[in-house]
């Protein structure tokens, strides 16, 4: 299965992640976390993980991902051993790739880390026992770059804030025009938060868990720590999916 993950900044989209990541691990599945995110650099600390170096250093720099030629690496399918281990962490059956991120200031815009994000999830061939987890960049620009037609199923990650309410209603009808099932996944929540949202969002059916606000989670996203433990709600979310 290849799982997006989306939202407004600082929803959680990170932190979900990171502990989906370790749920399907324990469950057997071997994972690759996809960090298309230019300008996260917590998701590596919350897997536990070192810093991989970018993808797009495979094609010498981000213009030469739009060079004549340079798509044709991914003819006929990736596996997740095709990926160059330089270019990867891991932890057990769990893999983290980086895409790209903005390291200097004046250095251009992301717009060759969408692409390659959306070439490799078009080409990536998963196994049964596989599953690729896609942190995106916030907002709603991946959709626009056409990434998302290439999921299996997306998640919109929504904070109690009007702007994620509003959101989520937007993702939705962008999900439904690539054909694709939208599922929302309240965080950081309790319970007269949740049942607001619910209300205002108007599709109980479409939102498939709420976790609540966590004090562990949040102190060791704060000291940028490794991610061990994982509340309930993040198997409701993989059983409902």
């Given at each position: 299965?290849?799982?997006?993950?989306?939202?407004?900044?600082?929803?959680?989209?990170?932190?979900?992640?990171?502990?989906?990541?370790?749920?399907?691990?324990?469950?057997?599945?071997?994972?690759?976390?996809?960090?298309?995110?230019?300008?996260?650099?917590?998701?590596?600390?919350?897997?536990?993980?070192?810093?991989?170096?970018?993808?797009?250093?495979?094609?010498?720099?981000?213009?030469?991902?739009?060079?004549?030629?340079?798509?044709?690496?991914?003819?006929?399918?990736?596996?997740?051993?095709?990926?160059?281990?330089?270019?990867?962490?891991?932890?057990?059956?769990?893999?983290?790739?980086?895409?790209?991120?903005?390291?200097?200031?004046?250095?251009?815009?992301a717009c060759a880390m969408g692409a390659l994000t959306k070439f490799?999830?078009?080409?990536?061939?998963?196994?049964?026992d596989e599953v690729a987890i896609i942190d995106t960049e916030a907002?709603?620009?991946?959709?626009?770059?056409?990434?998302?037609?290439?999921?299996?199923?997306?998640?919109?990650?929504?904070?109690?804030?009007?702007?994620?309410?509003?959101?989520?209603?937007?993702?939705?009808?962008?999900?439904?025009?690539?054909?694709?099932?939208?599922?929302?996944?309240?965080?950081?929540?309790?319970?007269?938060?949740?049942?607001?949202?619910?209300?205002?969002?108007?599709?109980?059916?479409?939102?498939?868990?709420?976790?609540?606000?966590?004090?562990?989670?949040?102190?060791?996203?704060?000291?940028?720590?490794?991610?061990?433990?994982?509340?309930?709600?993040?198997?409701?979310?993989?059983?409902?999916?």
């Amino acid at each position: 299965m290849k799982l997006i993950l989306c939202g407004k900044g600082g929803s959680g989209k990170s932190t979900i992640s990171a502990l989906l990541a370790r749920a399907y691990a324990a469950r057997g599945m071997k994972v690759l976390v996809v960090d298309s995110d230019e300008s996260n650099f917590g998701l590596h600390r919350q897997l536990g993980l070192a810093l991989p170096e970018d993808f797009t250093h495979y094609f010498g720099h981000k213009k030469g991902i739009f060079e004549e030629g340079a798509q044709e690496i991914f003819a006929g399918g990736w596996h997740l051993e095709d990926i160059p281990e330089k270019y990867l962490s891991s932890d057990g059956s769990v893999r983290l790739m980086a895409i790209g991120k903005i390291a200097d200031a004046g250095e251009g815009c992301a717009c060759a880390m969408g692409a390659l994000t959306k070439f490799f999830l078009e080409h990536l061939i998963l196994r049964d026992d596989e599953v690729a987890i896609i942190d995106t960049e916030a907002g709603v620009e991946h959709f626009g770059r056409g990434v998302d037609q290439f999921a299996d199923a997306i998640l919109m990650i929504a904070d109690p804030s009007f702007e994620s309410v509003q959101l989520a209603g937007k993702i939705t009808e962008m999900g439904k025009s690539f054909g694709k099932p939208v599922y929302i996944v309240l965080n950081k929540v309790d319970n007269q938060q949740r049942k607001l949202m619910e209300e205002t969002i108007g599709d109980r059916d479409a939102v498939i868990a709420a976790v609540r606000q966590d004090s562990g989670i949040l102190t060791a996203g704060l000291k940028g720590e490794k991610l061990e433990k994982y509340p309930e709600e993040i198997e409701r979310i993989i059983e409902s999916l």
